[in-house]
């Protein structure tokens, strides 16, 4: 089993920063892809990021130029620094990690950036 904790979400205004921490604890070996998801209120879960543990990236284009995820495998600990922010970017944001047979998520944390 892997266990993720997410911290570093909150409320910023538009054009500020913020950036999520995800550490991850448990079987973290067997983990392979680690990204982030977000979550607007009354819409669907979407991918925003993807990082492998090799360091190759995948973005959604909507946050492309405004997002970046890295990963610090010592440390178990993906990131993802949001810079830009728009209000459209209010969401709750979770952590995913994929191992070979399994995912897992995050409990969330909350974005909220004001006009």
């Known amino acids: 089993q892997v266990q993720l904790v997410e911290s570093g979400g909150g409320l910023v205004q538009a054009g500020g920063s913020l950036r999520l921490s995800c550490v991850a604890s448990?079987?973290?070996?067997?983990?392979?892809?680690m990204g982030w998801y977000r979550q607007p209120p009354g819409k669907q879960r979407d991918l925003v990021a993807t990082?492998?543990?090799?360091?190759?990236?995948n973005y959604a284009d909507f946050v492309k130029g405004r997002f970046t995820i890295s990963r610090d495998n010592a440390k178990n600990t993906v990131y993802l620094q949001m810079n830009s922010l728009k209000p459209e970017d209010t969401a709750v944001y979770y952590c995913?990690?994929?191992?070979?047979?399994?995912?897992?998520w995050g409990q969330g944390t909350q974005v909220t950036v004001s006009a």
């Open positions: 990082i492998t543990r090799g360091g190759s990236t």
């Open positions: 995913n990690a994929r191992s070979w047979d399994s995912v897992y």
């Open positions: 448990g079987t973290i070996f067997s983990i392979s892809t």
